[in-house]
């Protein structure tokens, strides 16, 4: 197998050591000094279930030993498909315990998603849920075995038809290994995927652990907090900022919602009291809606971060009246870099703004395209270094060479401006992607689907503002042959194993693409061109027309 690495320069992680970023913790180490702390204390609420830490550690060292006697060895990837369910975090710290590498895929992926994490993270292991919002995930587990024949170990959550029930696990937990070296990858997780898809992001204990320790500082995290996981906590955003793991580094409570929908999230927050969560900000504008006819007791709820894409400034003001709480803008990456609000900013900063870093040692550039630093408050490319940012993707050579100079400064492909304060507010892309709700979506890995059609000439995907999910996706075809409806196109981008976030919110078709004079496009000048005309068109129409 390809090595896992994360190539922190030697006198880097000296500098993180000394000063007290990185201090040796791993995560089955966590575990243990949590169980021991806080043992009585609930860990984490799901359905019926209702865990105290003690129980989650006994819970996870038994996973460890069952994936062991299955022939797993330490040093294996584990691809992680699971919904919000406590299993989840039996689940990854038993990964975590037995050494084992866990690979984490979001519910909504499908076959093409998860055969490529498989594939490139050379995956023995898949655990999955049987089934969740109707998906039955077995059927889905078939067809990735059959496409990578070395992924010969699933679990299932619940129901485990052909293949090996969780619940069923059991294995000598007297033979399982010694803690983790620190500075080793602990697990793989996905990227935003702006170019084609995900690429794999190793994390090692030493930088994750720090960046939700720090994390759970910012926000103000002690054994009373209660964190709403309302987000797939797969995510990032939802794993660690703070997210289920700094919640549970400060002794605090994790309620695993299986819906961020206010019909499912409002009685959970008026039941146990939940005091921080976090959204995106279709899902915010949403929750403010339904506040405004609630019947639910949201009062115990303290703070609402809000990231994953930009909040404005408009819908942003909203949030304290409404809701009662304090907004927390979070900007941050997989890759490394976190920005926050600090919760006692003044209100301007807390609405208009995405945040500083974490650390004092985050490096931030903002740079213009040659490379050069812009003026203060000027809009540039982000580019960041730090103690939890990443200095390579897994496996991925051509990627490491477009993200990454060669001092190690990681290219995030966002546009930022930076106010006198340090304090960062992001004006967009400078890639070709969609995001949708929070989550990233590439033109071209959905341009490459949409050519696959037989009466499909050419594609452009380019993404549109939408006052709900903060951009949509708009495919621009040029039909060949008979041209195709509509609604038969994206039929046909289900039957293609994407996940469902994927398929167009719109398709526009047109007779041509404008090229240049010498027959050749760029296909970032032709996306930009499109959306463009697309919006000065659709300006131009008087309303109700």
Not at 101 to 127: K, M, N, Q, S, W
Not at 190 to 216: C, E, N, V, W
């Amino acid at each position: 197998m390809i090595p896992l690495l994360q190539p922190f320069p030697t006198d880097a992680a000296e500098r993180y050591r000394r000063a007290g970023h990185w201090r040796g913790e791993t995560f089955p180490g966590m575990l243990r000094q949590l169980a021991s702390r806080h043992s009585s204390r609930t860990a984490v609420v799901g359905g019926e279930q209702r865990w105290t830490y003690a129980e989650l550690a006994i819970h996870a060292e038994q996973a460890a030993a069952g994936f062991l006697a299955l022939g797993l060895n330490p040093g294996d990837r584990v691809v992680v498909q699971l919904p919000n369910i406590p299993e989840f975090l039996s689940v990854v710290f038993g990964l975590f315990r037995a050494g084992l590498i866990p690979v984490y895929a979001l519910p909504a992926h499908r076959a093409v998603e998860v055969v490529h994490f498989a594939r490139t993270a050379e995956a023995r292991g898949y655990v999955i849920a049987e089934r969740h919002e109707g998906f039955d995930y077995r059927d889905l587990a078939e067809e990735v075995c059959r496409q990578v024949p070395a992924l010969d170990t699933v679990v299932v959550v619940g129901e485990a038809g052909p293949f090996t029930s969780f619940a069923g696990l059991d294995g000598a937990v007297v033979a399982l290994p010694g803690d983790p070296d620190p500075s080793s990858v602990a697990f793989l997780q996905i990227s935003g995927g702006s170019t084609g898809l995900s690429k794999l992001i190793p994390r090692t204990h030493d930088d994750y652990i720090y960046s939700f320790r720090a994390s759970a500082e910012i926000c103000g995290l002690t054994p009373d907090s209660i964190y709403l996981a309302a987000l797939p906590v797969a995510h990032n955003f939802p794993m660690s900022s703070p997210g289920v793991f700094g919640v549970l580094y400060a002794g605090g409570t994790v309620v695993m919602s299986p819906s961020p929908s206010p019909e499912v999230a409002f009685p959970l927050i008026a039941r146990e009291k939940v005091t921080i969560t976090g959204l995106v900000p279709p899902l915010a504008l949403l929750w403010m809606q339904a506040a405004r006819k609630r019947t639910y007791d949201l009062s115990s709820l303290e703070v609402l971060q809000v990231g994953g894409a930009k909040f404005m400034p408009e819908a942003a003001r909203r949030v304290r009246p409404t809701l009662g709480c304090t907004l927390q803008q979070v900007f941050g990456m997989a890759e490394g870099l976190v920005n926050y609000t600090r919760l006692d900013d003044a209100e301007e900063i807390i609405v208009s703004t995405q945040g500083r870093p974490i650390s004092e040692d985050d490096e931030v550039l903002i740079l213009d395209d040659s490379g050069q630093p812009v003026p203060e408050g000027e809009v540039g490319n982000l580019l960041a270094r730090g103690p939890y940012t990443i200095r390579a993707y897994h496996n991925n050579d051509g990627a490491n060479a477009r993200s990454f100079t060669p001092d190690g400064f990681y290219r995030t492909g966002d546009m930022v401006k930076r106010t006198p304060e340090g304090y960062l507010v992001v004006q967009g892309r400078a890639s070709d992607h969609i995001n949708r709700a929070g989550e990233k979506i590439s033109a071209e890995e959905i341009e490459d689907h949409l050519l696959a059609h037989p009466s499909v000439f050419d594609a452009a995907v380019v993404s549109l503002p939408d006052e709900f999910l903060g951009e949509r996706s708009c495919a621009f075809i040029i039909a060949q042959g008979e041209k195709p409806k509509a609604a038969a196109l994206k039929a046909f981008m289900r039957t293609r194993g994407l996940a469902d976030f994927k398929v167009p919110d719109q398709i526009v078709f047109v007779p041509a693409f404008e090229i240049t004079a010498v027959g050749k496009v760029s296909r970032k000048e032709l996306r930009a061109a499109l959306r463009r005309q697309f919006l000065a068109e659709q300006s131009a129409v008087p309303p109700g027309e």
